[in-house]
């Protein structure tokens, strides 16, 4: 059970998350569409309760890092959605100055580190950076989120063994989705439990019901409260589903309507909606409210982007190294 109590306000605080995660993934499919935004494009629709129900146990000084599937993860973790929607049209007022794109959200105020495009590549930079806070003596840890066909990856298994060697305040998440790109577990493994894989090294490792916030918060309130008391590393397949393609160029044919409509009878936002409402922590107004402030933010982010101006040709100079003056960059 968890030692964060889950009251009234964390309820409340999951549905404006989530909502507010899923409500700019939308609007993102949306402005594909229409190409304002270019490029790749993974949204999160489906998967907001494995971010909430980490946010509402983990502390502003606290990282987080993840694979390009990255919006929902920055947008929780403090990323202001004009931001972040600037990112994505590729303006200089984007987290990354419009450099990054969809898939390299940065935001160094608010402890998120990045986004990454290589497979499997943020998995041994999430232990360097428990390394750090451990080297440094805080008790802040690392969150490192990684997709189900990342886990095939040789730096999973060289991470894990240093993580448990040093005990790093690390909780390494696989986000399983059923699905690496178009290919399902089933197809990359003989076995299907992934969460297995960290019991190899000793590390506390378990499945997590990844439609259920709650359930979600319970396991990571376990592995924070472990890093924090310098125990060491948790590993946790949080089983979860997304409604959208692997990106937008995506049709998904290689699943069933039937099945994808099965996970969305579960849908995390409308069961934390039930659970307000049966427990009359607010009424239908709030909700209306709520919604209105959402589709307000999102609005605002959108006129935020288009207003924008793009980069400077002269920002292809700038943020490749530390060194200002560095000698070999000419014209």
């Known amino acids: 059970m968890s030692s964060t109590p889950i009251t009234k306000e964390t309820y409340l605080e999951w549905y404006k998350s989530m909502l507010l995660m899923r409500k700019f993934e939308e609007k993102a499919g949306q402005l594909y569409g229409q190409q304002k935004i270019r490029g790749f494009c993974h949204l999160y629709i489906g998967q907001e309760a494995v971010v909430a129900g980490a946010l509402s146990v983990l502390r502003k000084e606290d990282s987080m890092i993840t694979a390009y599937r990255d919006h929902a993860h920055a947008i929780a973790k403090g990323l202001s959605p004009n931001a972040a929607m600037a990112e994505l049209f590729g303006k200089v007022t984007g987290c990354s100055k419009g450099k990054g794109g969809s898939m390299h959200f940065f935001d160094k105020e608010n402890n998120f580190a990045g986004g990454h495009g290589i497979v499997g590549g943020q998995i041994p930079l999430g232990a360097g950076i428990a390394f750090a806070e451990k080297y440094n003596g805080t008790d802040n840890v690392c969150v490192c989120y990684m997709g189900d066909g990342a886990v095939r990856q040789g730096s999973l298994n060289e991470t894990f063994n240093m ?169």
């Not at 399902?184 to 076995?191: A, E, F, G, Q």
């Not at 044919?253 to 995390?268: A, G």
């Open 163 to 331: 993580a448990m060697l040093w005990k790093l305040p690390v909780i390494f998440v696989c986000e399983n989705n059923g699905y690496a790109m178009g290919t399902s577990v089933k197809r990359t493994t003989n076995m299907v439990d992934i969460y297995k894989m960290g019991l190899g090294f000793d590390m506390p490792s378990a499945p997590v019901d990844g439609m259920d916030v709650v359930a979600v918060h319970n396991a990571m309130d376990e592995a924070v409260q472990r890093a924090r008391t310098g125990e060491g590393p948790t590993f946790l397949e949080i089983r979860t589903y997304r409604y959208k393609g692997h990106s937008m160029s995506d049709p998904a044919k290689y699943r069933t309507k039937e099945e994808l409509e099965q996970y969305k009878e579960r849908d995390p936002i409308a069961a934390v909606k039930h659970a307000i409402l049966d427990n009359k922590y607010a009424d239908d107004q709030w909700f209306d409210q709520e919604d209105a402030e959402v589709k307000r933010r999102i609005d605002e982010a959108v006129k935020f982007a288009e207003e924008s101006e793009y980069p400077n040709p002269e920002e292809l100079y700038t943020d490749v190294y530390v060194q200002n003056d560095y000698p070999y960059v000419v014209d």
